[in-house]
């Protein structure tokens, strides 16, 4: 077995670092968790424990449907909270916000007989995610770790995505930036 990269190490050390510093700290999974985002999560906490935080909170959507999904939350003893909105918003100073096999969900609709949405969602978005769907619904998601290495700020990373994502609806849809067309 071979020593871990001094990049795996100041991750870790990042991490550690990070944890230190908080008070309390929600983990938000993604929509109907799998194994690996609920074992991710319940990790995360253990070792957001270790360096100290008290205040653990692992937040889901969707389902827990398959049964041994159920049995692998109930056989770790894995605590889950159904997601709401405010536990994200106006978090206080000290307080953690950390996402597990996070992406950005795209949904899409349009009345436009011209437009094929799902059509336009695949091209703006098939070399940074999965997208598509019928001629007047469709959805995707880009994972948002596409966007992790521009910004440690949340504001900043929030403004990114924005950014990139109405960018390239914009320029797929042929529209003109500001409500020109």
């Known amino acids: 077995m071979s020593p871990p ?6 991750r870790a050390h990042d991490l550690d670092d990070r944890l230190g510093a908080a ?3 929600t983990i938000v999974c993604h929509n109907n968790p799998d194994p690996d985002c609920l074992g991710s999560a319940f990790a995360l906490g253990w070792i957001a424990t270790a360096a100290g935080i008290d205040e653990r909170c692992i937040l889901y959507s969707g389902e827990i449907s398959h049964q041994q999904n159920r049995g692998f939350v109930n056989l770790l003893g894995i605590e889950l909270t159904p997601f709401e909105a405010e536990a994200v918003q106006d ?3 000290g307080s953690l916000l950390a996402f597990v096999d996070d992406g950005i969900q795209i949904s899409a609709r349009s009345t436009d007989s011209r437009v094929h949405i799902g ?6 978005f098939e070399d940074v995610g999965s997208a598509g769907g019928h001629r007047e619904m469709a959805g995707g998601e880009v994972p948002l770790g596409v966007f992790a290495d521009y910004t440690t700020d949340d504001a900043q990373l929030c403004s990114i995505v924005e950014q990139v994502i109405t960018s390239r609806l914009v320029a797929e849809l042929n529209l003109a930036e500001g409500g020109g067309s």
């Not at 990269?5 to 100041?10: A, P």
Request: cysteine-free; aromatic content about 0%.
């Open 91 to 93: 978090r206080p100073e």
């Open 119 to 124: 059509q336009v969602l695949d091209a703006a």
């Open 5 to 10: 990269s001094t990049s795996g190490l100041s």
């Open 23 to 25: 008070e309390e700290l």
